[in-house]
């Protein structure tokens, strides 16, 4: 004879992962390399607060985004600072429009 359950048990809960958290962290990561990752940063942001809202999955995911998409934004504004400071240093040793062009 086959032991019965007293109580049928429910299925367990189901939450689903949000979707702007998945996204913030794919354009952190590929916005190391690229601008991108700022787009990453306010997605993350935005998912931040649709997961605090609603309970859906994913907080870790968009605070991740969000992290490298600082890192994202503080690595574009080295690389510009960069073109910005050698392209005076190359400006201040010259004539100014052209090279001795006599």
């Known amino acids: 004879m086959k ?12 939450r689903d992962i949000n979707g702007k958290s998945v996204a913030a ?9 690229s601008p991108v990752g700022i787009i990453g940063l306010f997605i993350g942001y935005s998912a931040r607060k649709e997961v605090n ?5 994913g907080r870790p995911l968009a605070t ?11 690595g574009f504004i ?6 910005i400071i050698a392209g005076a240093a190359i400006w ?9 062009m006599n």
């Open 3 to 14: 032991p019965e359950q007293p109580y049928p048990q429910a299925p367990p809960e189901r």
């Open 64 to 74: 991740a985004g969000i992290v490298l998409g600082w890192i994202s934004a503080a």
């Open 78 to 83: 080295l690389i510009i600072l960069f073109y």
């Open 92 to 100: 201040a040793g010259s004539d100014g429009w052209g090279d001795n």
């Open 25 to 33: 962290l794919v354009l952190g990561t590929v916005g190391l390399c």
């Open 53 to 57: 809202a609603t309970g859906q999955l």
